[in-house]
């Protein structure tokens, strides 16, 4: 039975830690399908997570954090595509660029606000149960037990991979939207605005990654704290090449992620006795391990990262 009690808490810590990647991968699938590399996830997360935190302490309703992480996280993705996609920069650059803004405008306002560093108190109430309507989950022999560790943020994930799945790939809009990151010219030639197609999932890939931020904040600790993303956004960047810019790949990448988080959680209970730093290490080392096995086979939407200028021979 105790056996049976860690698998649980190891499977359920999994996918726990597995949703905010999960939601971040699901915009960079988005924002790189049509062509433009999306490095500012991580700086994203930070804004996302903040505003979360910030909404909730001032309205006391952690919807409207929800809400106020995901206009915010597109408002940052805006700055990466007025840079990329209008101004033709360099998309890594400026993804770099949100990153570095992100981590400064969350120190200067956590002074600003709370006049105090380091993190913001706690919230007064967060997204910690699951509605109503879900409760049923609760009560299914052996799974309730699982099901009832998981926050509402769980189950908009996943079905989050339904919905860009469908979208991309049985929706005339998911076909435009691969036909701008594969060849740009011959989709402008046919008719189909470019930039309008790379603003609409760049916007996209900022709300996703606003959200990811804000099911770590109100969701998971509710609280808001420096370093809490801790790189989860190039993780979920990882996630989204190992699963080959496609939804479900990615997801499932995700929760390859989170299981190693969760190993390296529960490492004590599991009878893993290694040292503290060595534990630590597991998620990003499996990171790496997983890019270097996809190196060479997976292969990005042809104009991934080049900017495009209407006209241009």
């Known amino acids: 039975m105790l056996e049976g009690a860690v698998i649980l808490a190891v499977i359920a810590s999994a996918i726990r830690l597995a949703t905010p990647l999960i939601l971040a991968a699901l915009g960079g699938v988005f924002s790189e399908?049509?062509?433009?590399?999306?490095?500012?996830?991580e700086g994203i997360m930070i804004i996302g997570a903040f505003f979360a935190v910030l909404f909730t302490h001032l309205t006391s309703n952690p919807w409207m954090g929800?809400?106020?992480?995901?206009?915010?996280?597109?408002?940052?993705?805006?700055?990466?595509?007025v840079l990329s996609i209008n101004l033709r920069g360099n998309q890594v650059?400026?993804?770099?660029?949100?990153?570095?803004?992100?981590?400064?405008?969350?120190?200067?306002?956590?002074?600003?606000?709370?006049?105090?560093?380091?993190?913001?108190?706690?919230?007064?109430?967060a997204l910690t149960t699951n509605p109503d309507f879900l409760e049923f989950l609760e009560k299914i022999p052996v799974l309730g037990d699982l099901f009832s560790k998981f926050t509402p943020f769980v189950y908009i994930a996943f079905i989050l991979v339904g919905v860009s799945y469908y979208v991309l790939f049985k929706t005339p809009l998911g076909l435009r939207i691969r036909a701008v990151g594969e060849h740009p010219r011959a989709a402008d030639t046919v008719g189909i605005n470019v930039y309008r197609i790379r603003w609409l999932c760049v916007l996209l890939s900022g709300l996703l990654a606003?959200?990811?931020?804000?099911?770590?904040?109100?969701?998971t600790i509710s609280l808001f704290r420096e370093g809490m993303i801790a790189g989860q956004g190039f993780i979920a960047l990882a996630a989204m090449i190992f699963g080959k810019w496609h939804p479900v790949g990615a997801m499932f990448?995700?929760?390859f992620f989170g299981l190693t988080s969760a190993i390296q959680i529960q490492a004590q209970s599991i009878g893993i006795s290694w040292a503290p730093e060595f534990l630590l290490m597991i998620p990003y080392v499996a990171t790496i391990v997983a890019l270097i096995g996809v190196v060479g086979k997976a292969v990005a939407p042809a104009s991934d990262g080049l900017p495009y200028e209407k006209g241009e021979k």
């Open 93 to 125: 650059i400026a993804g770099v660029a949100v990153n570095l803004l992100a981590v400064s405008l969350a120190a200067f306002l956590l002074e600003m606000i709370w006049h105090r560093s380091g993190s913001t108190p706690s919230v007064p109430r």
């Open 33 to 41: 399908r049509s062509g433009v590399v999306n490095i500012g996830l």
């Open 66 to 81: 929800v809400l106020a992480s995901m206009a915010f996280g597109m408002m940052a993705a805006s700055i990466l595509a």
């Open 253 to 255: 990448a995700c929760l």
């Open 210 to 219: 606003g959200l990811a931020g804000a099911s770590l904040s109100i969701g």
